[in-house]
């Protein structure tokens, strides 16, 4: 199946004034989210990628130009020589497509409808969240409803506290936000080709596409209280880091690093196990 990865945009809350990195490039040990991201999809068989580029494209392109697999398998170096023990990307297909500086994501995605078109559905990511989240049973239960699209739906991030007042001003229950019944878009998509009927030109997917679908009962979530962690602040892109190098990183299903509990772990206590 087919993965679209849109990786074009600007990443204001990661940008530091000088760089033009796309947050997808900012790395979690020695390599980039947008390869997290993608070795992910290959660990479920999935490996024929789609990269929607924009804002520091030449970046993410000098990447996979360069790439070095030493860099994240061992290998054996014999009379100058490189033999790998293992490969990460030598079984990949990814499509560099350049989809405009400033378009919005559903832009990105007609501007590539052409080479997913013929497929029964695709796979699409936004490149910069991780999660542990069981992609086949993602795919599975939307193969088996009528939906145009479907999204991870995950607790929301926050760490605020929501308080109930009475009339008179006070508190009468106070609520973390992760105990609300809310649910957020957690970024990865499983998609039918019918979802571009539905994307007006210079659209955005959720706005102008996933909500008037959803309103239709064209929608499916799937719904993970497990493992998930997206890198929209240097905070949370620090923990991952700490996470990764005390060998607490539950995103990396490819591996078989320590995997915490999913439904336990949070992105503070993997950050706060590589400090002990």
């Known amino acids: ?86 490969s990460d990307i030598q079984d990949w297909t990814i499509t560099f497509m350049h989809t405009g500086l400033d378009s919005p994501i559903g832009e990105r995605l007609r501007r590539v409808r052409a080479l997913v078109e013929g497929e029964e559905m695709f796979l699409a990511n936004y490149a910069d969240v991780l999660t542990d989240a069981p992609l086949n ?15 991870l739906a995950v607790p929301p991030q926050s760490a605020f506290h929501c308080v109930q007042l009475t009339d008179d001003d006070r508190i009468s229950e106070i609520t973390s936000v992760q105990e609300l019944p809310l649910w957020e878009n957690g970024g990865y998509f499983v998609l039918r080709p019918e979802i571009f009927d539905h994307l007006p030109q210079d659209g955005d997917l959720i706005t102008d596409a ?10 499916l979530a799937y719904r993970y209280r497990g493992f998930w962690q997206p890198a929209d602040t240097v905070k949370e892109r620090t923990a991952l880091e700490a996470a990764y190098r005390a060998g607490r990183s539950p995103w990396m299903v490819w591996t078989t690093r320590e995997r915490p509990d999913p439904l ?12 002990v």
């Open 210 to 219: 996933c909500r008037p679908l959803a309103a239709a009962g064209r929608m």
């Open 264 to 275: 336990q772990i949070t992105i503070a206590e993997i950050a706060a196990g590589a400090q």
């Open 137 to 151: 049973d993602m795919i599975d239960e939307f193969k088996r409803s009528d939906a145009v699209g479907s999204l």
């Open 1 to 86: 199946m087919k993965v679209v990865l849109f990786c074009g945009g600007y990443g204001m809350r990661m940008r530091d004034g000088v760089s033009d990195v796309p947050k997808p490039m900012t790395y979690v040990g020695p390599r980039p989210l947008i390869w997290h991201v993608m070795r992910y999809y290959a660990h479920f068989g999935h490996t024929d990628f789609i990269l929607c580029l924009g804002y520091g494209a030449r970046h993410i392109k000098d990447f996979f130009l360069g790439y070095s697999e030493t860099a994240s398998n061992d290998f054996v170096l014999r009379g100058g020589e490189v033999q790998l023990l293992s």
